[in-house]
């Protein structure tokens, strides 16, 4: 396979040793992707000049930052920040195509409705007051029940149930924790508010397109597969005219949120736009009505949106697939890199952005913590959506954009979330739930479409048997139709198979 030894972390459900060869702290970090001052700057312009007079650009439609490596530099990343020709001649990678893509975008965002909910606020010129936080719309989406579309915490303690962490302690603009099996929100904070996912989508893009290729399928990189990421992408280090295997590409998405890795797949898979139109439909199919997928691997780009909600139902989804739990659960392994004069291929140790996976230099592993993908970028902030075991209780965590911008900041509230999920499970009414699949909604005679009728009436009749999927297939069991509750489809999945310590793939 050639991708080496993968390590898991330590967890309830994967019960590995983290190399004890760990990197100089600091070393491995999540990059954001945006647009570099350059590119973002002819997007804008182009779109500016498209606008009828004395119009604006829509917030968010080019937004400009420099990264962490310079104005208008690409920043570095675990693995090379250069890709094929690109690496060879110190020149950065081609982005003409971005900037023709953010323009097109743009221009097609002034003609649809807006999509992003919270706008951006830049800070006044005189720089005396602070810029005011944006706040949710005062509608949103009420899949999964009502109170999944009324704006602020949404919680219903029982007595002597745990109190939830206050607003200094959770300051996401958007989070949800809910029962990964039963599906059961067990609180909620704007949970359908739209914002940026930045490399969260990137679960969206595996549940799409993972299932298409046998991870053992070989695939050799044209130059034209990586043309056309953004400036200041998260790469993992892919060459062009090197092969790789289906399963080093999935490593590359998943531990170092590889852009250079999903434009691979995309490539395999017909190339962007056909992958972008497949992810939509399958957002569709999700009932994820708050996602609109404009780039595959999660870049910033106008009317790119989703939700904390979505982004559960993402991970959900993702879950049942056993390629899936093994990626996004995976903390280090050996990547392909060059190859050597004797014609052998070398490799290099990559390890998973997921702090609550490996821990950093001020956090550590979050107890029982089993996937699933974190990302970070100018419009976005810092994303993460997490599943967690303990015991027989596996609960499913998304944290989106926190206002306070301590480092590893996303990670700590959602640690806090899972913690107070974990002590109050069974000790809080649900206030929503999240939903299944279309196909299994209607056969159900759930709320794929209007979202919040049938839900509400099985919340209020107090039965424990709701959610379509079981997020980690712990327990096996057939397909049951539970009658008239509305919440009538439950299925539980076979026990995967648990890898315990090192696997060495050959």
């Not at 003609?111 to 719309?137: F, S």
Request: hydrophobic fraction near 35%; glycine fraction near 12%; include cysteine.
């Amino acid at each position: 396979m050639g991708s080496g030894s993968i390590r898991r972390a330590a967890g309830a459900l994967f019960r590995g040793v983290v190399s004890g060869c760990r990197p100089e702290r600091g070393t491995f970090t999540d990059v954001p992707t945006t647009y570099s001052a350059s590119t973002a700057s002819s997007a804008s312009t182009a779109a500016t000049a498209a606008l009828p007079s004395g119009a604006a650009l829509p917030a968010g439609a080019a937004s400009a930052s420099a990264t962490p490596g310079g104005a208008g530099r690409p920043a570095r990343t675990g693995g090379s920040a250069r890709t094929g020709k690109a690496a060879r001649t110190g020149r950065p990678v081609r982005t003409g195509r971005s900037v023709r893509t953010a323009t097109a975008v743009a221009a097609a965002a002034l003609l649809a409705p807006p999509l992003l909910a919270g706008p951006a606020y830049a800070a006044p010129a005189d720089g005396k007051n602070p810029p005011k936080a944006p706040a949710p719309p005062a509608k949103m989406s009420q899949i999964g029940g009502d109170r999944m579309g009324v704006a602020g915490v949404q919680v219903q303690p029982k007595a002597g149930a745990p109190e939830l962490p206050g607003p200094t302690e959770l300051t996401g603009r958007s989070w949800i924790i809910s029962d990964a099996e039963s599906g059961k929100v067990l609180a909620a904070k704007n949970p359908h508010w739209q914002l940026a996912p930045a490399s969260t989508l990137k679960m969206l893009f595996a549940d799409t397109v993972m299932p298409k290729f046998p991870k053992d399928q070989k695939y050799k990189v044209k130059p034209a597969d990586l043309a056309d990421m953004g400036d200041g992408s998260s790469l993992v280090g892919i060459k062009e005219n090197l092969t790789y295997t289906v399963h080093d590409l999935w490593l590359g998405v998943f531990l170092r949120s590889g852009n250079d890795a999903v434009h691979t797949l995309a490539a395999m898979n017909g190339g962007v736009d056909a992958t972008v139109a497949q992810m939509r439909q399958r957002a569709k199919e999700l009932n994820a009505t708050d996602t609109h997928v404009v780039t595959p691997d999660g870049y910033d780009a106008p009317g790119q949106v989703s939700s904390a909600y979505d982004l559960s139902l993402f991970a959900r989804a993702g879950l049942q697939n056993a390629d899936f739990r093994e990626y996004c659960s995976t903390a280090t392994a050996q990547f392909p890199g060059e190859e050597a004069k004797d014609g052998k291929r070398k490799t290099f140790g990559i390890q998973n952005t997921n702090r609550l996976l490996v821990g950093d230099r001020d956090i550590k592993p979050y107890p029982g913590i089993a996937g699933v993908k974190n990302g970070s970028t100018t419009n976005a902030g810092s994303t993460f959506t997490g599943v967690a075991q303990r015991g027989d209780r596996k609960l499913l965590v998304t944290v989106m954009n926190p206002e306070k911008k301590e480092h590893n900041e996303a990670y700590r509230e959602a640690a806090k979330l899972l913690d107070w999920g974990f002590a109050a499970a069974d000790k809080v009414e649900p206030v929503g739930r999240l939903v299944g699949p279309r196909s299994e909604e209607d056969a159900a005679g759930g709320d794929a479409k209007n979202g919040q009728k049938n839900t509400q009436a099985a919340l209020e009749s107090g039965d424990g048997s709701g959610g379509a999927w079981t997020a980690l297939g712990i327990t096996g069991g057939a397909l049951v139709v539970l009658g008239a509750v509305a919440l009538g489809v439950h299925r539980r999945w076979p026990l995967p198979e648990l890898v315990r310590g090192r696997r060495t793939r050959k």
